[in-house]
């Protein structure tokens, strides 16, 4: 898949935005813990700098739509788990987005810090994924910041916890903005996913 156009949208700061916007194209979305790279990775899928990126926790603040080849989005959610006072608005509006609103996400990208422990936001995350079928994946980001070794023990703790909890493993995949890994594995997905979603929406007999 070759990315030939992107175009920053809107950013979606208020929940009733939703219902009387027009953009009817399918959508793939960036989800995780703040700071865990999202708007490094979108960036890196697109290659150019479109998303804002920052060391701080909390950067991106608003439900922010990238329009891809003028056909798709990549949608730059905000992060959950960090302190600020409006950090309950932050976690409804992507709630709403992920749960109330969405039937157009093709898939979804839960971010995970490859260093880090399964954290409880992120499981709780993943079982309601389950519970509403949207369709997801897991990419474990930073993996510049450890040994191969460490890594891989992670994420075999991390998909153990996911099995031993009987929910299915989702595809995965391991990305390092920094040291530029992962982009080619993560393009195909999506382009299998793009097809995927295209072929449930023929109706059969029609
Ligand atoms: N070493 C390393 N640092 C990374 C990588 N990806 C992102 N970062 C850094 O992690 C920090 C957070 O990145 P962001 O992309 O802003 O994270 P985010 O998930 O969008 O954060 P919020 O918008 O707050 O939810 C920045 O300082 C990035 O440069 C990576 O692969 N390796
Ligand atoms: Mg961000």
Known sequence: MKIFSVKF???VV????????????????????SNVGKSSLINYIV???IANVSSHLGSTRYINYFL?????????????????RKKNDIQKLVN???????????SLFLLIDSRMFIQESDFNLIKKLNDNK???CIVFTKIDKMSNLT????ICRYINVIKNNKLSIPTWFKVSVKKKYGRKNII???????????????????
């Open 9 to 11: 949208k809107k950013s």
């Open 14 to 33: 208020d929940i009733n935005q939703y219902s009387n916007h027009r953009y009817i194209f399918p959508e793939y979305a960036f989800a995780g813990r």
């Open 47 to 49: 290659n150019k700098k």
């Open 68 to 84: 891809i080849n003028r056909k798709w989005y990549l949608i730059d959610l905000p992060g959950y788990g960090y302190s600020l």
């Open 96 to 106: 709403n987005y992920l749960f109330v609103k969405n039937n157009k996400i093709i």
């Open 134 to 136: 949207i369709n997801f």
């Open 151 to 154: 890594i891989d023990k992670n």
């Open 188 to 206: 195909r997905y999506m382009e299998e996913q793009l097809s995927i979603y295209k072929q449930k929406l023929i109706i059969p007999n029609s």
